[in-house]
């Protein structure tokens, strides 16, 4: 694995605290009302992004769910078009139009951004396939939650990936609740990567509020992917602090469990590797907190100065065919 260094651990601590500082916007933005529809937050999982980004190559792919804001971020999509989509702008990677759970950048490797719960998994195992028929050295990281490990889509594409050893990791974002249904209560036991054992794929349990931790596990899957030996299963323990959407009351746990998770934040984690170690000053770390706040209003403003798309814009992206007869296409 590529060398875990001190620049590794300060880019982390400015990548994941501006990925988090930038949902934090967001989600003052959907109480103005300005995000509109669902909002779907990443807070506490930086981890499991950081690790991965640390150790994927070029040609490699990403797929997830709709939790899917920081991941085309860490990719390299430019945060103020993320933004911008999100308030339904024309300068969104969408042209304002996908929205909040539907951001996809194919340029950066990143294809979504999935409202169908489950749905990421089956497109994960086609990507694969692609690049294994075509004959190109790239890996897919096919991401889905703990509530989607339960959709029989999943079994059958597990099928499929380790019979024919596609270059596909599979890896569970375990936050412990799906929407708000704990894992416990979802079937007779809570591993869930045991359920890689049927298939005989190699399968089991990470950290997922460590980015070391994550990487270690992730070299060796995607390694194991590349070289021909087909998939792996990763069940990487996470936590969301924020509730399953911005609308979620989280009736189903309570602040002093959140409260406990809290004091393994990533974050947290990797800043006081920083200090201990004497990476950087005080003064240096307040300044990257500075230059994160100022990126993420910088984000902010381009979003709600930039246009809304014009009405024509909504036919143009959805009837192809030049003469259709109902509607006149520019």
């Known amino acids: 694995m590529k060398k875990i260094t001190k620049e590794t651990y300060i880019n982390w601590y400015k990548d994941m605290l501006f990925w988090r500082k930038f949902e934090d916007k967001l989600a003052a933005l959907y109480i103005q009302q300005k995000v509109r529809g669902f909002l779907h937050l990443y807070n506490g999982q930086e981890a499991v992004l950081a690790g991965a980004l640390h150790v994927m190559k070029e040609n490699d792919k990403?797929?997830?769910a709709y939790r899917n804001h920081v991941q085309p971020i860490g990719l390299g999509v430019d945060p103020k078009r993320i933004m911008a989509e999100l308030l339904g702008k024309v300068t969104g990677t969408s042209k304002g139009m996908g929205g909040s759970m539907h951001i996809f950048s194919p340029e950066h490797n990143f294809y979504g951004?999935?409202?169908?719960?489950?749905g990421q998994i089956p497109l994960g195992a086609g990507l694969a396939f692609a690049d294994k028929y075509f004959e190109r050295d790239g890996v897919t990281l096919t991401y889905f939650g703990d509530g989607a490990a339960r959709?029989?889509?999943?079994h059958e594409t597990f099928n499929m990936a380790i019979n024919w050893k596609l270059p596909v990791v599979f890896i569970c974002e375990n936050n412990g609740y799906a929407m708000g249904t704990s894992?416990?209560?979802?079937?007779?036991?809570?591993?869930i990567w045991k359920l890689g054992l049927g298939y005989?794929?190699?399968?089991?349990?990470v950290d997922g509020m460590n980015p070391v931790k994550v990487a270690e596990a992730m070299e060796e899957a995607i390694e194991r992917a590349r070289r021909g030996d087909g998939p792996t299963l990763l069940d990487i323990k996470t936590?969301?602090?924020?509730?399953?959407?911005?609308?979620d009351a989280q009736h189903y746990r309570t602040k002093d469990e959140v409260n406990e998770y809290r004091k393994i934040d990533p974050i947290t984690q990797v800043l006081e590797v920083i200090k201990t170690k004497k990476y950087a000053t005080d003064a240096q770390i307040k300044t990257?907190?500075?230059?994160?706040?100022d990126k993420v209003e910088e984000c902010q403003k381009f979003a709600e100065e930039s246009p809304y798309p014009e009405k024509q814009q909504l036919y143009d992206m959805v009837y192809e065919q030049e003469d259709y007869p109902f509607l006149k296409h520019r």
Do not use: F
């Not at 959709?151 to 999943?154: A, C, E, I, V, Y």
């Not at 005989?200 to 349990?205: H, K, L, N, W």
């Not at 936590?239 to 609308?247: A, I, N, V």
């Not at 990257?288 to 706040?293: A, G, L």
């Open 200 to 205: 005989e794929m190699p399968c089991g349990p």
């Open 239 to 247: 936590y969301r602090y924020r509730g399953h959407s911005m609308s």
């Open 113 to 118: 951004g999935h409202g169908i719960v489950g």
């Open 151 to 154: 959709q029989g889509s999943l």
């Open 183 to 191: 894992v416990e209560r979802t079937a007779n036991h809570e591993d």
């Open 62 to 64: 990403m797929i997830t």
């Open 288 to 293: 990257w907190d500075k230059e994160v706040k």
